[in-house]
């Protein structure tokens, strides 16, 4: 498969300071002058977003560095899950792959050179749904990029014949890993991330779920994800401003201030870093519950002591 253009997806709504980080990060790339880029603004909600989102427009007409420019607005708000199912599809209807990112991912001068390699290396193994710019910080001797089961989002790429699996539905999707224990095993990585309950929180539309929905998919289809051998990407959103993502620095990295070359040739989950990635998703989650629950005692207790 001969792939010529891959074009960059840029989703943003009404945070102009995080969209202006991400953008001057991705004109920073190594051969940025060859992107296509597509600029996705949400619709507003309110008189406040009015204001942010003229000042979005403003800076997505500055981006006169690439090679091409496309705009889209959207009249009305339709929510990031929509807005990134509904272009995502029709994009990869012209191209036979995309990069997408979000307006809080802030990106390694080396990001579009990895994943544009990886996206025609590995373009016609269809065990192979996901690339992506983000590796999670776990503890691992492995320095090497892998393949994990699942997806790890946050400045990623994929291809057309990848994307037509998408199961959108997903009370269909919830069915279909319910009845098989790999699928169980890898959709939650032992039961260690909550994907059941942000699943059922995306069917009950409290979240739109795209992602949730994405990582399901390459999970049913038994598909892989290739992760680099260092983060090319940092969510600089989990600062409280995300209509989903609270304040945390969990996830937080350091991004890779070199060109990474390593491509694996053995297509095949790396057990090491998935156990690595399972004791990651334990230890985080059991601490934020920890606490919680610290701090409702502290809460009980104080109130006890004022009656």
Not at 93 to 113: G, H, Q, T
Not at 192 to 205: F, P, R
Request: aromatic fraction near 12%; hydrophobic fraction near 35%; charge should be positive.
């Amino acid at each position: 498969m001969v792939i010529r253009t891959i074009p960059v997806l840029f989703f943003c709504f009404n945070r102009p300071y995080h969209a202006q980080k991400c953008l001057k990060s991705l004109k920073k790339n190594y051969k940025s002058h060859e992107i296509t880029l597509y600029i996705f603004i949400d619709g507003p909600r309110n008189s406040d977003d009015q204001k942010k989102l003229l000042k979005m427009e403003k800076l997505a007409l500055g981006q006169t560095w690439c090679k091409a420019l496309y705009i889209k607005k959207q009249k009305e708000n339709i929510g990031c899950a929509k807005s990134v199912i509904k272009e995502t599809s029709s994009i990869l209807k012209k191209y036979k792959a995309a990069i997408i990112l979000e307006d809080d991912n802030y990106l390694s001068p080396y990001f579009y050179d990895y994943l544009t390699t990886a996206l025609r290396m590995y373009a016609e193994d269809i065990r192979v749904m996901e690339i992506s710019g983000y590796r999670y910080p776990c503890a691992t001797k492995d320095k090497s990029s892998l393949f994990i089961n699942g997806s790890a989002g946050w400045g990623w790429g994929t291809w057309a014949r990848a994307w037509s699996k998408y199961e959108m539905n997903g009370i269909m999707l919830k069915n279909k890993i319910l009845k098989d224990k790999n699928y169980i095993n890898n959709f939650t990585y032992g039961k260690t991330l909550n994907a059941i309950e942000l699943l059922d929180k995306q069917i009950n539309k409290e979240i739109g779920g795209w992602d949730i929905l994405w990582h399901g998919t390459i999970v049913i289809n038994n598909g892989l994800t290739l992760i680099p051998a260092k983060s090319l990407v940092r969510n600089i959103g989990h600062d409280g401003s995300g209509t989903n993502s609270g304040i945390t620095k969990k996830w937080d990295v350091k991004l890779s201030k070199n060109k990474i070359e390593d491509y694996p040739d053995t297509i095949s989950p790396n057990e090491t870093f998935q156990i690595a990635l399972k004791k990651y998703f334990y230890t985080t989650n059991r601490s934020f519950k920890h606490y919680i629950l610290n701090q409702i005692t502290r809460i009980s207790k104080n109130w006890q002591r004022s009656l």
